[in-house]
């Protein structure tokens, strides 16, 4: 009898032991968000996951994701002179941005002629919806959260599991995959990822309700990624598009127009993932040290050329 309750507990140990060194060994070698960058900051203030080359393991992370069989819409809007970017866009998305992943774009633009042929990978697919354009930029901008939100209203929410929404003046050139997905996701904005909150460009003036004071503020987002599931996207556009409602209606424009708004937003509905500034980079920026990879990038213009107006 001895013998047994000694032979029970000793495999009690083993099993014990066997799951402590697999776990012990997954989170050093395998978790995506262990401790490998001590260059930069790799958590959030409130403990979400910053996302840098490094920290995080792409063939674990494939092994969780590609099982679901997940789709990730991903908008892009493309007015007037801006379309000529939709091409390299597109194309370099096709090489990097979640591959091995259904995708389907969703291209807005007012010049549905101009959308270029661009060979899909297999799971991926385009969708051009017309919308109308403007003679000023700024109301483009503008616009952007309220036809996100209709998207999302009347065709994505419960068909897509994340959603992606990217300003089409960039280009990819590099991995971009599932390590990216989260709830709510925020991109730390290059030009001002290190600085002091007090030199953020956050709308000041109390009337707008994009405002934020001096005292509050954590990061600087940038708005030409937004991510997450389409329920939390949805009520980050609805939340944004309803405030520059408001906003109109007191003749006042944020400074960075919809930018303002989804600092705010994020301020006190904090993102549970971050993307560091590899995720969306400036092509005229020198790039630091702690930039080990580009993924994706706002590309030079000209922009007194393809703006409709100053």
């Known amino acids: 009898m001895r013998n047994m309750t000694l032979n029970f507990y000793l495999r009690i140990t083993i099993i014990i032991t066997a799951f402590l060194v697999v776990g012990l060994v997954f989170l050093r070698n395998y978790t995506p968000y262990r401790n490998s960058r001590p260059d930069v900051p790799t958590t959030s203030l409130w403990l979400a996951p910053i996302v840098w080359d490094g920290t995080f393991d792409v063939k674990m992370i494939d092994n969780i994701y590609k099982p679901k069989n997940i789709t990730v819409a991903t908008t892009v809007f493309a007015l007037g002179k801006y379309v000529r970017f939709l091409k390299d866009l597109l194309e370099s998305a096709e090489q990097h941005f979640m591959v091995g992943y259904r995708v389907h774009y969703y291209v807005f633009t007012d010049l549905p002629d101009k959308v270029p042929a661009v ?9 051009v919806i017309k919308t109308a354009g403007s003679n000023r930029w700024q109301e483009i901008s503008l616009r952007r959260m309220e036809l996100l939100e209709k998207l999302i209203k009347n065709e ?37 990822f290190g600085s002091y909150r007090n030199n953020f460009p956050y709308e000041r003036r109390p009337e707008s309700q994009a405002y934020i004071p001096y005292e509050e503020g954590d990061y600087y987002y940038g708005g030409a990624v937004i991510g997450g599931r389409p329920e939390n996207v949805y009520k980050l556009a609805k939340t944004c598009r309803m405030q520059l409602d408001v906003d109109r209606s007191n003749q006042i424009e944020a400074a960075w127009q919809e930018e303002s708004h989804l600092n705010k937003y994020f301020l006190y509905n904090k993102p549970t993932k971050l993307l560091s500034p590899e995720y969306l980079w400036d092509d005229t920026k020198w790039k630091f040290n702690h930039m080990k990879v580009v993924r994706f990038s706002q590309v030079v213009k000209n922009y007194a050329e393809i703006r409709p107006n100053p």
């Open 119 to 127: 060979t899909m990978g297999e799971g991926h697919r385009l969708t």
């Open 156 to 192: 994505l929410m419960n068909k897509v599991d994340y959603i992606f929404s990217l300003d089409v003046d960039s280009k990819f050139y590099s991995h971009w995959g599932a390590e990216s997905l989260g709830d709510l996701v925020g991109v730390l904005h290059a030009w001002f």
